[in-house]
């Protein structure tokens, strides 16, 4: 079974910016779509970064536009979400998520992918 770990979250002022990693285990990544969500206290989990199983396509809200980018490391294993200009309302705990199969559909919604990770917390804070 895929199995997923989330770090590099922590605590950073506004404007700063950190790189969370998410290490999949089990299975090849290539053969997975990729997607980063996060969920703050009180609020529903959203998505904030998805990408096609081969990585040519990626999908972003208009709330983390310009300073997020997801990325994949298939050597490693790895997926990546560069994130820049922090604000205090990107505060959240992260989560990597992965769904198994091919093609260029880049997924956006919780209920499509199968596989998560515990979490990482992510907190912008003055």
């Known amino acids: 079974q895929l199995q997923l770990v989330e770090s590099g979250g922590g605590l950073v002022q506004p404007g700063d910016s950190l790189r969370l990693s998410c290490t999949t285990s089990?299975?090849?990544?290539?053969?997975?779509?990729m997607g980063w969500f996060r969920q703050a206290p009180g609020k529903e989990r959203e998505f904030v970064a998805a990408?096609?199983?081969?990585?040519?396509?990626?999908k972003y809200p208009e709330s983390v536009m310009g300073r997020f980018t997801i990325s994949k490391d298939y050597t490693k294993n790895e997926v990546y979400l560069q994130m820049d200009s922090l604000e205090p309302g990107d505060t959240a705990v992260y989560y990597c998520?992965?769904?198994?199969?091919?093609?260029?559909?880049?997924?956006?919604?919780?209920?499509?992918?199968?596989?998560w990770g515990q979490g990482t917390q992510v907190t912008v804070s003055s």
């Open positions: 089990g299975y090849k990544l290539s053969l997975y779509a």
């Open positions: 998520a992965a769904r198994y199969g091919h093609g260029e559909t880049v997924h956006v919604t919780t209920a499509e992918y199968g596989f």
């Open positions: 990408a096609s199983w081969d990585g040519e396509h990626t």
